[in-house]
């Protein structure tokens, strides 16, 4: 059972573009979403995150949309850049430090 | 600046045979982590330990064993490794917080691949 799910296992974007990277989940207690990003042979690292009770979160060219009535997130780069492709992960957690994490998007930024 | 080392980064065993993934973090956090990626999943959480002295079972724990050794090593062992073990693993650590903002910290992935 899936809770936290990126329905689109690819994306494509011309460099000076917008990226939208989409996230749904379905376990309404979680309260804390974060966006990680992988490079290729390298570990997950921190990216963004927004709390539940918050519906924008923004750090430079990265912005965070919580749509919490319809269990949505996404993640907004603007402009990307070809520095930018990676794979992006979307994970949730509840009370405490257990992450759940979706399947990952790998972005591609063609300059 | 280490942050989370584990080792080793490669490793290809035969069916059945044991070993062990070492990890440990040098940001004096609590709680450490051994995740598992494979493609189209995500990363799955196998076992965590909350602080020194306490393991939990994450989603896919079956196959597996940890060892909490102290508050900076965390390590992860495959007693009898099958193929559907053939993953990368990363190791991670956090601060213990819920609203704090904090965040998991991982390593750089070990790859293992079961013959």
């Known amino acids: 059972d899936q809770q936290v799910k990126q329905n689109s296992p690819s994306l494509s974007v011309q460099e000076g573009r917008i990226s939208i990277l989409n996230c749904d989940y379905t376990?309404?207690?979680?309260?804390?979403f974060l966006w990680y990003k992988k490079y290729p042979a390298e570990g997950p690292t921190f990216l963004i995150s927004?709390?539940?009770?918050?519906d924008k979160n923004e750090d430079g060219r990265f912005t965070v949309f919580l749509n919490k009535s319809a269990k949505h997130l996404s993640l907004h780069i603007v402009p990307s850049q070809p520095g930018d492709s990676a794979v992006y992960f979307c994970?949730?957690?509840?009370?405490?430090?257990?992450?759940?994490f979706g399947a990952g998007t790998i972005l591609r930024v063609k300059s | 600046n280490a942050g989370v080392t584990q080792t080793p980064k490669f490793q290809v065993l035969k069916t059945g045979q044991s070993m062990t993934l070492q990890c440990a973090q040098d940001?004096?956090?609590?709680?450490m982590y051994w995740y598992r990626q494979d493609p189209g999943m995500g990363l799955r959480l196998i076992y965590y330990?909350?602080?020194?002295?306490?393991?939990d079972k994450g989603e896919v724990p079956n196959g597996y064993n940890v060892s909490r050794l102290n508050k900076r090593e965390f390590s992860l062992r495959l007693e009898s490794a099958a193929p559907s073990q053939t993953s990368v693993y990363f190791c991670?650590?956090?601060?213990?917080?819920?609203?704090?903002?904090?965040?998991?910290?991982f390593g750089e992935g070990s790859w293992l691949t079961v013959v």
């Open positions: 991670a650590s956090s601060e213990v917080g819920v609203y704090s903002g904090n965040t998991i910290y």
């Open positions: 376990n309404s207690m979680f309260d804390y």
């Open positions: 927004i709390s539940s009770i918050k």
């Open positions: 994970a949730a957690k509840k009370y405490g430090n257990k992450l759940v």
């Open positions: 940001m004096n956090h609590n709680s």
């Open positions: 330990s909350a602080s020194e002295g306490t393991t």
